[in-house]
């Protein structure tokens, strides 16, 4: 059984930072692939980020590209998103998500990941 939790979210102000975390319960960290996605209101979930299994590379989409950064720690079963520079259409409830890491990472695809968080809210007010 894999259980994930994130934390970090919360009301902040255009060009303000958060940091996400994510915690995974599981007994061996390394074998899974992390990745990170948000929804909107009214709007599909969408690719933010992602890490593989070996945290040798990481993934963003274009719109957060160069204001995100994801990362691991395998000693703390946790993977985190740095959000800097955020804007109004930051807004979102933002989940983590878990593939096992064998096979092909298709991380842009929500379909592909077994495992989710229950999300948390971030805000960006203008």
């Known amino acids: 059984q894999v259980q994930l939790a994130e934390s970090g979210g919360g009301l902040v102000q255009a060009g303000g930072s958060l940091r996400l975390s994510c915690v995974v319960s599981?007994?061996?960290?390394?074998?899974?692939?992390m990745g990170w996605f948000r929804q909107a209101p009214g709007k599909e979930r969408e690719f933010v980020a992602a890490?593989?299994?070996?945290?040798?590379?990481?993934y963003y989409a274009d719109s957060v590209k160069g204001r995100f950064t994801t990362s691991r720690d395998m000693t703390k079963n946790t993977t985190y998103l740095q959000m800097n520079s955020l804007k109004p259409e930051d807004t979102a409830v933002y989940y983590c998500?878990?593939?096992?890491?064998?096979?092909?990472?298709?991380?842009?695809?929500?379909?592909?990941?077994?495992?989710w968080g229950q999300g948390t809210q971030v805000t960006v007010s203008s």
């Open positions: 998500a878990a593939v096992y890491r064998g096979g092909a990472f298709y991380y842009v695809d929500k379909n592909r990941y077994t495992y």
């Open positions: 599981v007994r061996t960290f390394s074998w899974y692939n």
């Open positions: 890490i593989p299994w070996s945290g040798d590379n990481t």
